[in-house]
T-cell receptor
Framework: NAGVTQTPKFQVLKTGQSMTLQCAQDMNHEYMSWYRQDPGMGLRLIHYSVGAGITDQGEVPNGYNVSRSTTEDFPLRLLSAAPSQTSVYFC?????????????FGSGTRLTVV | AQSVTQLGSHVSVSEGALVLLRCNYSSSVPPYLFWYVQYPNQGLQLLLKYTTGATLVKGINGFEAEFKKSETSFHLTKPSAHMSDAAEYFCAVSVAANDYKLSFGAGTTVTVRA
């Protein structure tokens, strides 16, 4: 099994550009989420989804958009990139009882906005 | 709302010495507690978790943690550090099986001296 796959691994954007970070899992997990990691701040939840067609905001949702059309995929869209969105982005997934089961993380996307 | 505090952003230990990473949480309900490890340029990997039952939890790579409700703590220990333990460690909390959101601490970077 591939687990959670994130693409691309690295990306440089100019301010104002848009892009989509891809996340796919092959474990039939109901729950998927996006976190951003910044030095000294741990990981902060951006958006999450508890199943296909259902999404909700996390702690830091501004400037990001998500959709969940299939169980496998959960893309994260940056509508108009800003330097403050320079970060490392992680996608995570789990079974429906996620809190007790634990989460599987992807290897991350390192994004730089110049 | 729950929160997590990790005491000490950097910890340096000698090879063979005790590793102790401190984590305190605040939660209005019994928490689910996790420790994750992140090796350089990789995603997060689950070390161990506490959900219910025995308060001393054993994880991978010789790590263990003890849930102390009276102290609202979940400190991570390893009796003898190895060079391969050099990484960043995150404590995380979730409040219930029907709340999938993880709240992370800021992380503690461990360096191991030969």
């Amino acid at each position: 099994n591939a687990g959670v796959t994130q693409t691309p691994k690295f990306q440089v954007l100019k301010t104002g550009q848009s892009m989509t970070l891809q996340c796919a899992q092959d474990m039939n997990h109901e729950y998927m989420s996006w976190y951003r990691q910044d030095p000294g701040m741990g990981l902060r939840l951006i958006h999450y989804s508890v199943g296909a067609g259902i999404t909700d905001q996390g702690e830091v949702p501004n400037g990001y958009n998500v959709s969940r059309s299939t169980t496998e995929d959960f893309p994260l869209r940056l509508l108009s990139a800003a330097p403050s969105q320079t970060s490392v982005y992680f996608c995570a997934s789990s079974h429906q009882t996620g809190a007790a089961y634990g989460y599987t993380f992807g290897s991350g996307t390192r994004l730089t906005v110049v | 709302a729950q929160s997590v505090t990790q005491l000490g952003s950097h910890v340096s230990v000698s090879e063979g010495a005790l590793v102790l990473l401190r984590c305190n949480y605040s939660s209005s309900v019994p928490p689910y507690l996790f420790w994750y490890v992140q090796y350089p340029n990789q995603g997060l990997q689950l070390l161990l978790k506490y959900t219910t039952g025995a308060t001393l939890v054993k994880g991978i790579n010789g790590f263990e943690a003890e849930f102390k409700k009276s102290e609202t703590s979940f400190h991570l220990t390893k009796p003898s550090a190895h060079m391969s333990d050099a990484a960043e460690y995150f404590c995380a909390v979730s409040v219930a099986a029907n709340d999938y959101k993880l709240s992370f601490g800021a992380g503690t970077t461990v360096t191991v001296r030969a």
